[in-house]
């Protein structure tokens, strides 16, 4: 009976293994011929980023969109990784890019100064050249309108890069690009070893901030991180705020700033300035 329920168990996660390797396939598949064909299905919206204390616009985060005819928006969890593995993470950044240098001109319009512009990079490209020429165009057409470039990467990546990754990382700083740690929380990253890396802004990731202010709320590890942060000078966003318990008990906590759907989803400039015009009425 164990054997028989043993093989069927097997076979029901052999099939569900075997769906989600072929949707895989398919996404991979959608991705390459995207990428060549409709590079127009790819976009990008901003989430705005507050100083929590005021209650100001402290920045913005660029995140990919991807909309498919056949499979509709698909989650840039689901595809970022995908273009990773199949050696195409350096056109999915080239057209963000392009997209980000497309709107800059228009964001600048009726948006404050001293912004800060953050972009996800994967930790592979860090050492790519062809990003670093991007990249330099972008990082001087942020600071033309006077806004202040900054690169995100996560913490588990960031663990794992080589000498001379982290060399480059060392030049964004000394160019003034900030270097934010994503998802901080979820890797392993000892203190001593968060010391010795170019980086200056913990982002604590929505896995914790969920725990605030709710039933059986557990701010402890938001306050260690905050201590952290606080030893070694850096500067802290909360992702993922959802609600105003969370807001507060965060700006109780001194984080500095944050993002989340309480205060406005990615959007598209022209939704953010409405938003930004709605707030300074
Ligand atoms: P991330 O960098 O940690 O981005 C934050 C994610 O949390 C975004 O999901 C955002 O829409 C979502 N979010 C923000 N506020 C809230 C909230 O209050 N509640 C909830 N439930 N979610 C919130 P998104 O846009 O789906 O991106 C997912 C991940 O995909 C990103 O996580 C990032 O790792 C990756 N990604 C997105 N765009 C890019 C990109 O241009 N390049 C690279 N390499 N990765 C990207
Ligand atoms: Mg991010
Ligand atoms: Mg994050
Ligand atoms: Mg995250």
Redesign the pocket.
């Known amino acids: 009976m164990a054997k028989m329920a043993g093989r069927a168990c097997h076979r029901m996660y052999s099939a569900a293994d075997t769906e989600e390797g072929h949707y895989k396939q398919r996404l991979s598949e959608a991705l390459v011929a995207s990428l060549k064909t409709a590079p127009h299905e790819f976009s990008?919206?901003y989430?705005p980023q507050y100083q929590l204390a005021t209650g100001e616009m402290a920045g913005l985060?660029?995140?990919?969109?991807w909309h498919h005819p056949e499979f509709g928006a698909v989650?840039?969890?689901d595809f970022?990784p995908v273009a990773e593995q199949r050696g195409h993470?350096h056109e999915?950044?080239e057209h963000?890019v392009r997209c980000i240098l497309a709107d800059l001109p228009k964001a600048a319009e009726g948006l404050p100064s001293g912004l800060r512009l953050a972009?996800?990079?994967?930790a592979r490209q860090i050492s790519d050249s062809r990003l670093q020429q991007l990249l330099d165009v972008l990082f001087a057409r942020i600071r033309q309108i006077c806004w202040l470039p900054e690169i995100?990467i996560?913490e588990t990546h960031l663990m794992h890069l080589s000498a001379e990754c982290l060399a480059r990382l060392r030049d964004f700083g000394d160019q003034g690009v900030s270097v934010a740690v994503?998802?901080f929380g979820t890797g392993y990253s000892s203190l001593a070893y968060l010391h010795t890396l170019p980086v200056h802004v913990l982002?604590i990731?929505?896995q914790f901030i969920k725990r605030l202010g709710g039933v059986g709320t557990d701010s402890r590890i938001v306050s260690a991180i905050l201590g952290i942060a606080d030893a070694l000078e850096l500067e802290v966003v909360a992702?993922?705020?959802?609600n105003g318990a969370q807001y507060r008990m965060l700006n109780d906590l001194k984080c500095h700033r944050g993002?989340?759907?309480?205060m406005a989803?990615?959007a598209t400039w022209d939704a953010i300035k409405l938003l930004f015009f709605d707030t300074c009425q």
């Open positions: 990008v919206v989430q985060e660029a995140l990919l969109r989650s840039p969890a970022v993470i999915l950044t963000l972009i996800n990079i994967s995100e996560t994503d998802d982002k990731d929505r992702e993922g705020i959802e993002q989340g759907f309480l989803r990615p």
